[in-house]
């Protein structure tokens, strides 16, 4: 039997900042049309509150962390409970290289679309090369 790998992608639970529903919007991209056998989603208001699935899942497999801010929320708390993030992506960096903005944090203007866009290509980007790392010390291990 053959086992996919998976990554787990944590966007960022901040529902006050544009950039919160960027990180959410973006890892929907990811998880329906970018990669979408590739990745799953985990909840962090869940795995902070305790969810097994969701800690193992972090503990165990590769995650990406999607921050909104520089609190770095979502990376603190995968860290606070053993989890591993084999990435960390950062909206303030992506929108300095991008010049891009949200607007607005309930529903994102055209601006707002084409950041959540490209945070998601960064992150399709990662779930690369993180699975090409998995599949290179697999064969390694042979």
Same mark, same amino acid.
């Given at each position: ?36 056998t ?21 503990? =165990? ?28 992506i ?8 991008? =010049? ?6 309930v ?31 697999? =064969?390694?291990?042979?």
């Amino acid at each position: 039997m053959v086992i996919i790998p998976l990554v787990g992608i944590v966007p960022c639970s901040g529902e006050e900042i544009p950039e919160g529903t960027v990180t959410r919007i973006a890892a929907r991209i990811v998880l329906e049309e970018l990669r979408p056998t590739r990745t799953i989603t985990i909840c962090l208001p869940l795995y902070l509150a305790g969810g097994k699935e969701d800690q193992e899942f972090v503990t =165990k497999q590769p995650t990406i962390v999607v921050d909104g801010c520089e609190r770095r929320c979502a990376e603190k708390s995968i860290k606070k409970y053993n989890g591993k993030a084999a990435a960390v992506i950062r909206i303030p960096d992506i929108m300095k290289e991008c =010049k891009l903005k949200a607007g607005c944090r309930v529903k994102l203007d055209e601006e707002g679309e084409k950041l959540a866009q490209r945070v998601a290509e960064k992150i399709a980007e990662e779930v690369d090369r993180i699975l090409s790392e998995m599949k290179r010390k697999s =064969k390694e291990e042979e």
